[in-house]
C-alpha cells in the first residue's frame, strides 16, 4: 500500500514538468517543422525561376535559402530525435498501452524523415556537382517527404483528439487494433491541412520579414525586393486559404469535441443563438470583459444564427481544459491570422490595381513583424489543440495524470531540457543572422567545397560564380 | 520464425545500421576530441568534417526507425525500458541534441572562440552518447529491466558492471570503425600521412576493444550470468565469427588495405551485435518478457512488415545514391592524385 502512495504522489509530482517539457519541447520543434514543410518548396521553386530567367539575384537567394534550410533541418532533425525519447519517457501509459493502435503513422514518419534527410544532404551537397535539371529533380523527394512526414505524425495527434480504429475489452486492454485505420480518423484531414498551410504562413512571412528589415535599413536592391516579395506571395496566397481550413477545423472541433470549442470561446452556458466572444478573462463561471459579436458562434459552427452551441456545463468541472489558457490562445491565432490576412489583401490589392508591391514603409514595417505574428499564430493554434483537449491525451479514453511516468525525479528533466533549449535557440538565431549577413558561410549538410569557401579568402570563392552560371 | 520475431529481426537490422553508421560518425567525433591543439589537429578535423557532413543527418534516423518500430509492434517493452532507462536514455537524446547542433552549427561560423566552443560540444557529446546509449543495452541484456511502468531500480539499471562494460565498448567500437573508416577516406582526399595516423589510432584501439571485450566476459559471468551463459553456449559460434572478423579486420588493416578492413571491422561489429540477440533469444526483456509475450496484435505486426517492406524498398535505393554521390566525389579526388590545395 505504501508502494502505491509512493508512486501515486512522484506521478502527481511529475506531472506539471512532463507537460510542460512536452509543451516547450514540442513548441520548439514545430517552427522548424513549418520551415522543413515549406521552404524546400520555395527553395526548388526560385531555383527553378532562376534557370529559366537567368537571372544572378535569383539565383543568390536560392542558395542562400538553401543554406538556412540546411541550418533548419539539422535544428528540427535534433529536436524531433528529443520527442520521439520523450513520447516513451514521460508518457509511457500512453504509448504502451495504445503504441500499438496510433505508434504506426511513427513508422511511416520514420520512412518519410529518413528520404527528407537524405535528399536534403543531396540536394545542398550536389548544388555544384549536378546538372541544374537533376539538381531541380532532386528537391522533389524533399518536398514530398516532408508533406508526407507531416501527414503521419499528424494523423497521431488527431488521432489522440479523436481515436479511432481499434476496441477495448472490459479491463480497458486494446483487443482489436486496426492501425491503420486509426490513422484517418475525422480530425485527421483537417489538421493537416491546417499545418501543412501555417508552414507556409510561418515560412513565407518569416524570410519575407528578414528581407522587409534590410529594405526598412536602405538597402532596397533588386536582391531584397524579390528576396521579400517571393515569400511574401506564397505566404500571402496560403493566408485566406488557412481562414477557409480554420472554419473547416471549428466546425470539426464543434462536431467531435464540443468541450474544447466551449473553452476555446470560453463559454459555460450550452445555449442558443451564441455570440461571438473576443478577448476577456475566464471566472466563476462566466467570461468577463469580452467582446460579444452577437450570434456569431452560433453561424460560425452551426451555419444558423440560433444553433445550440454546447458549453463546459455539459461535463463534470474536473474534464474541462483550463479556459483562459485556451481561449486566450485561440484568440492570439485567430487576431494574427486576421491581421496576416489584411496584409495579404494589401499585397493582392496593390498588385491587381497598379501590379507592382505598396511602397509605403508602413508596409515594409507590416512586413517586418509579419514574421513573429506568423509564428505566435503557429504557437497559439498549436496550444488551442493541446491544451484544449486537457485533461484527456486521449481524449474520453485516457488522461494525461494517468499517462505519466512515475519513475522518480522524473521532473528535473525538465530543467535540464530549459538549459539546453535556451542554449540551442541563442545558437540558432546567431547562426542564421550570420547566413543572412555573410553569403559565403557553409551549410552543415555541404561537404569538401564549402570548407574551402571559408578557407579561401573571398575572391577565390570559386563555388559562387559557378552557381551564376 | 514467428510474426513478432520477424518485425523484431527487422528492427534488429536498422540498430546494427544504427551501430555502424552513427556508430563511426560519433566514432569520427571522438577522434575528433583527441585530435590535439588547434592548429594541429586542423587536417584531421577537417577530414571528420567532410566524411561525416552529408552523411550524419541520414545516419542518425536509423535510431528513429527503431524507436519507432518498438513502440508500435512492442509496445509495452518500449514503455518498460524508456521509463526505467529514463536517465541515461535522457542524457544520450541531449547528447544527439548538443552533437547534432554543434557539428551543424560549426560549419557555418568562421570566427575561432566560437568554432572551439562548438567544437568541443560536438566532440564530448560524440563520448558521452555512445557511452549511454552502451549502458541501456548493457541494463537490457543484464536483466535489470522488469515490465511494467517505471518497474525497476532507476539508477542501478544503468549503474552497474554490464551497463558500465556496455557503455565502454560501445565508445571503444565506436572509435575504432571511426578510425577505419577515416583511413580510407584519408587515402582517398589527401596525403598518406593522415591515413597512417588513424591506421595507428585504429590497431591501438583494436588492441584495446579486444582487451576490453576479453575482460568483459569475466563482468558478465559475474554479473548477467543468463547473457554469459547465451554468449558462451548459443550465441558461442557467432561471437568465433566476430572474433574472426575483428583479427582479419586488423590483418588487412597492417596490410593497408583499408577498403577490405571496412567490410571485415563491420562485420565483425555485426556479429557481436548478433550474438547480443541470439544470447537473449527470445526474451526482449529478460528474463521477463519473450519477443511473443511482448508483441502487438497481429494487425499492427502485418501493416508494421508492410511498411517495413515497402519503405525499405524505397529507402535503401535513397541511401545508395546518397553513397554513391560521395564515393565518386571522393574518386574525382583520387584520380587528381594531387594533395588538398592548402
Not at chain 1, 484527456?392 to 530549459?418: E, Q
Not at chain 1, 542554449?423 to 557553409?442: F, I, Q, S
Request: with cysteine; glycine share 10%.
Amino acid at each position: 500500500m505504501e508502494q502505491i502512495e509512493l508512486v501515486l504522489s512522484d506521478a502527481a509530482e511529475n506531472l506539471l514538468p512532463a507537460r510542460m517539457q512536452m509543451a516547450v519541447s514540442l513548441g520548439w520543434h514545430i517552427i522548424f517543422v513549418c520551415f522543413g514543410l515549406a521552404l524546400p518548396v520555395i527553395v526548388v521553386f526560385t531555383e527553378w525561376r532562376a534557370h529559366r530567367r537567368d537571372d544572378p539575384a535569383l539565383h543568390e537567394l536560392a542558395r542562400a535559402w538553401a543554406k538556412a534550410m540546411g541550418v533548419l533541418f539539422a535544428a528540427g532533425a535534433v529536436s524531433g530525435t528529443l520527442l520521439s525519447f520523450e513520447l516513451g519517457i514521460l508518457w509511457p501509459g500512453l504509448m504502451g498501452r495504445f503504441g500499438p493502435v496510433f505508434g504506426f503513422p511513427f513508422v511511416l514518419e520514420g520512412f518519410a524523415f529518413f528520404i527528407e534527410a537524405i535528399f536534403v544532404g543531396v540536394y545542398l551537397f550536389g548544388w555544384d556537382r549536378m546538372s541544374p535539371r537533376a539538381h531541380i529533380l532532386s528537391g522533389i523527394p524533399m518536398i514530398v517527404s516532408a508533406l508526407a512526414g507531416a501527414f503521419f505524425v499528424i494523423s497521431a495527434n488527431a488521432w489522440m483528439n479523436n481515436p479511432t480504429g481499434f476496441t477495448m475489452d472490459a479491463q480497458g486492454r486494446v483487443v482489436d487494433a486496426h492501425p491503420v485505420a486509426a490513422m484517418f480518423g475525422p480530425s485527421t484531414w483537417p489538421q493537416w491541412a491546417h499545418m501543412y498551410t501555417a508552414g507556409f504562413m510561418v515560412t513565407g512571412f518569416t524570410v519575407a520579414s528578414v528581407y522587409a528589415v534590410g529594405m526598412l535599413r536602405g538597402r532596397r536592391d533588386r536582391y531584397h525586393q524579390i528576396g521579400m516579395l517571393i515569400p511574401l506571395t506564397i505566404a500571402s496566397i496560403a493566408a485566406p486559404v488557412q481562414i477557409v481550413i480554420g472554419d473547416w477545423i471549428a466546425g470539426n472541433v464543434a462536431r467531435n469535441q464540443p468541450v474544447k470549442l466551449a473553452a476555446m470561446e470560453g463559454l459555460y452556458r450550452t445555449g442558443t443563438g451564441v455570440p461571438l466572444s473576443v478577448g476577456g478573462i475566464y471566472y466563476d463561471d462566466r467570461l468577463h470583459y469580452s467582446l460579444e459579436i452577437p450570434w456569431g458562434l452560433s453561424l460560425l459552427v452551426t451555419r444558423n444564427p440560433n444553433g445550440e452551441v454546447v458549453g463546459l456545463e455539459a461535463v463534470a468541472p474536473d474534464l474541462r481544459p483550463p479556459v483562459n489558457v485556451v481561449h486566450l490562445a485561440y484568440d492570439s491565432m485567430v487576431a494574427m491570422g486576421s491581421a496576416l490576412l489584411a496584409l495579404a489583401a494589401w499585397l493582392g490589392y496593390m498588385w491587381w490595381r497598379h501590379r507592382r508591391a505598396p511602397r509605403t514603409v508602413w508596409f515594409l514595417r507590416a512586413v517586418a513583424v509579419s514574421g513573429v505574428a506568423a509564428i505566435i499564430a503557429l504557437e497559439g493554434g498549436w496550444i488551442t489543440t493541446e491544451v484544449g483537449r486537457q485533461p484527456w491525451i486521449v481524449y474520453n479514453i485516457l488522461r494525461t495524470a494517468d499517462a505519466v511516468s512515475p519513475a522518480p525525479g522524473l521532473y528535473l528533466g525538465f530543467y535540464a531540457m530549459l538549459a539546453i533549449y535556451l542554449v540551442l535557440t541563442v545558437l540558432t538565431v546567431y547562426v542564421l543572422r550570420r547566413l543572412a549577413r555573410t553569403h559565403g558561410t557553409a551549410a552543415p549538410q555541404e561537404g569538401t567545397a564549402a570548407q574551402q569557401e571559408i578557407d579561401a579568402p573571398p575572391s577565390e570563392r570559386p563555388g559562387q560564380e559557378d552557381a551564376v552560371r | 520464425m514467428t510474426l513478432p520475431a520477424v518485425v523484431l529481426g527487422l528492427m534488429f537490422v536498422g540498430l546494427i545500421a544504427y551501430a555502424l553508421f552513427a556508430g563511426a560518425d560519433f566514432g569520427a567525433g571522438i577522434w575528433d576530441l583527441l585530435a590535439g591543439g588547434t592548429r594541429r589537429g586542423a587536417r584531421q578535423r577537417d577530414l571528420i568534417e567532410h566524411s561525416i557532413g552529408p552523411v550524419w543527418e541520414a545516419n542518425h534516423v536509423w535510431l528513429i526507425f527503431v524507436l519507432v518500430v518498438l513502440w508500435t509492434a512492442f509496445a509495452g517493452a518500449f514503455a518498460a525500458l524508456a521509463t526505467t532507462l529514463y536517465i541515461p536514455l535522457t542524457l544520450a537524446a541531449f547528447g544527439m541534441i548538443a552533437r547534432g547542433a554543434a557539428f551543424a552549427f560549426r560549419k557555418s561560423i568562421t570566427t575561432l572562440g566560437m568554432r572551439r566552443f562548438l567544437g568541443a560540444a560536438f566532440a564530448v557529446s560524440s563520448l558521452i552518447t555512445p557511452f549511454f546509449l552502451g549502458a541501456v543495452v548493457g541494463g537490457v541484456a543484464s536483466g535489470r529491466v522488469p515490465p511494467g511502468i517505471a518497474a525497476g531500480d532507476v539508477v542501478t539499471s544503468w549503474v552497474n558492471p554490464t551497463s558500465i562494460l556496455g557503455g565502454v565498448l560501445a565508445v571503444l567500437v565506436c572509435a575504432y570503425l571511426a578510425a577505419v573508416f577515416l583511413c580510407a577516406d584519408a587515402r582517398r582526399e589527401g596525403p598518406e600521412d593522415l591515413a597512417e595516423q588513424f591506421r595507428a589510432r585504429a590497431l591501438g584501439t583494436a588492441a584495446v576493444t579486444g582487451a576490453v571485450g576479453l575482460g568483459g566476459f569475466f563482468v558478465l559471468r559475474a554479473d548477467a550470468p543468463l547473457l554469459f551463459a547465451g554468449l558462451t553456449g548459443r550465441g558461442l559460434p557467432v561471437i568465433v565469427l566476430s572474433v574472426v572478423a575483428g583479427l582479419v579486420a586488423i590483418a588487412l588493416l597492417v596490410l593497408r588495405r583499408y577498403a577490405s578492413s571496412r567490410l571485415a571491422s563491420g562485420l565483425a561489429v555485426t556479429t557481436i551485435l548478433i550474438g547480443w540477440a541470439v544470447a537473449q533469444y527470445p526474451y526482449v526483456l529478460p528474463p521477463y518478457l519473450t519477443i511473443d509475450q511482448a508483441a502487438a496484435p497481429r494487425t499492427t505486426l502485418v501493416a508494421t512488415l508492410v511498411a517495413l517492406i515497402v519503405g525499405g524498398a524505397i529507402l535503401v535505393p535513397a541511401l545508395a545514391y546518397l553513397y554513391t554521390l560521395f564515393q565518386s566525389e571522393h574518386a574525382e579526388h583520387a584520380e587528381v592524385g594531387s594533395p588538398q590545395p592548402r
